[in-house]
């Protein structure tokens, strides 16, 4: 469901001399090659994918892709590292890009351009550039193609901005939002203001709409304790714990925490809060609004990130199972299941041509609120690729827990986020 960095995931030990793949010949299943593809989602989510799967089974008569799932993102790559080093891999994988770079890295994944080059349908000018480029490597090798694309915006409770007599676009900066959020707890109606979701995320977006970099220009120093990190965090730890006026949920399994902060929200406890584009298909937008994160204050742009969700085929998959694997990952990337993808579940479709369909400018007139996340999307930020496989996201999430659950003060936490950081980017360049 939720497209949350995931960065932070490492190959482990597990994947220490392994190749990865299966090994065994093509499975049959009446007579068509069975490909195993794995993947993780939310509730609506899963349903979908299956939908999708389902049609493109009856689609055609060489290919059954079955299916297998898991809980969440973080879970799929475990579990496939996992399956690596019991040489049972499936043959198609959704995956974070920054996971998929790292099996990729250890000669795991298939090169996909020998795929798209004979394959005269693709045309990659029809991708966003921005998700498309997710999936390739410095040397230009394709270890994934895009199969859905996230940002995480505002969703707003419509009522409780009323009540706070706080207009919607006046909300032009994360300062401005923490007024709102102010008014809206003085109200007295509503618990809390504002809810930001748990985790990293949604202050690294907010400090990239600070100006804040991970990395100095020559990519030898880590950058996250300096002022336009420390500026964010900061001020969110004094908005959660000495205002009072936003929290968050953690902890719990899967995505429990995700969850009971859209609870809050929709049952009038909260005056909003910051979820991804996926999270549409779960909300009721006659008490909820979307709109676009703003920038941090007056004098800097709304630059919060965007990302792909990826799909990559093994490389020890028998080339039956990597030619379908590849023509499902196709069939997904359709302007038809792109469509029916989006207006369904509300991620950012990956395929251009959508917005040509008349089913899709049709949706768009009735569902305003599908089009904010493609809107944020063309001004979005990527997060840098990481050489030390995560560990500076890692060290990012260590520090925004302290934060946001234990208190410590901005500087302190990301002073320490720093050390290990630059201590791991050390042993990669040296």
């Known amino acids: 469901m939720k497209r949350k960095l995931m960065s932070a995931l490492l190959a482990g030990v597990m994947l220490a001399g392994c190749s990865g793949g299966s090994t065994a010949a093509s499975t049959q299943d009446g007579g068509k090659t069975t490909v195993e593809f794995w993947y ?13 799967v389902d049609k493109y089974n009856a689609s055609q008569d060489v290919y059954e892709v079955k299916t297998v799932t898991q809980a969440d993102y973080s879970e799929t790559y475990q579990k496939v590292q996992a399956a690596i ?57 394709q270890f994934a193609l895009p199969a859905y694309g996230t940002t995480q915006v505002l969703y707003y409770n419509v009522q409780a901005f ?23 707890k003085a109200t007295g109606k509503y618990e809390y203001g504002w809810e930001p979701m ?19 220009a020559d990519g030898t120093k880590v950058t996250i304790n300096s002022k336009e990190w420390v500026d964010v965090f ?13 929290a968050i949920h953690s902890g719990g399994q899967g995505w429990e925490y995700w ?18 584009s996926g999270d549409q298909a779960d909300l009721d937008f006659n008490i909820v609004q979307a709109m676009e994160q703003p920038a941090w204050s007056s004098s800097t742009t709304s630059s919060p990130t965007a ?24 069939y997904f990337m359709s302007v038809e299941s792109q469509v029916a993808w989006n207006t369904t579940v509300g991620y950012v479709a990956v395929n251009k041509q959508i917005l040509d369909d008349p089913t899709y400018q049709e949706f768009l007139e009735s569902h305003p609120q599908a089009a904010v996340p493609f809107s944020q999307a063309e001004h979005a930020s990527l997060y840098p690729v990481d050489p030390t496989n995560g560990q500076v996201y890692d060290a990012l999430k260590i520090a925004a827990d ?6 410590v003060p901005a500087q302190q936490a990301l002073d320490e986020a720093q050390k290990t950081a630059q201590e791991a980017l050390d042993a990669v360049l040296n």
């Open 307 to 330: 990302t792909a969700l990826t799909m990559s085929v093994f490389e020890n998959s028998s080339e039956a199972e990597k030619q379908g694997a590849y023509e499902f990952l196709r």
């Open 85 to 141: 080093a019991g040489n049972a891999a499936p043959d198609l994988v959704l995956l974070d890009p920054s996971a998929a770079r790292v099996l990729s890295e250890k000669s795991i994944l298939t090169d996909l351009n020998p795929y798209t080059q004979k394959d005269e349908t693709f045309n990659a000018d029809d991708l966003i550039t921005a998700f498309y480029e997710q999936g390739a490597d410095e040397n230009g090798k």
């Open 40 to 52: 993780a989602g939310g509730k609506t989510a899963v349903g979908v994918i299956q939908d999708i």
């Open 198 to 216: 748990w985790g990293p995320d949604n202050l690294i977006d907010a400090a990239f709409s600070n100006g804040a970099s991970v990395f100095s």
């Open 162 to 184: 009323k009540d706070a007599g706080v207009d919607p676009s006046s909300i032009e900066t994360w300062q401005d939002l923490g007024e709102a959020a102010a008014k809206i």
């Open 259 to 276: 969850y009971a902060t859209i609870d809050d929200v929709i049952q009038n406890k909260a005056g909003g809060y910051t979820g991804s």
């Open 402 to 407: 302290k934060i946001e659950i234990d208190n």
């Open 234 to 246: 900061e001020q969110f730890r004094k908005w959660i714990h000495e205002d009072e006026i936003m």
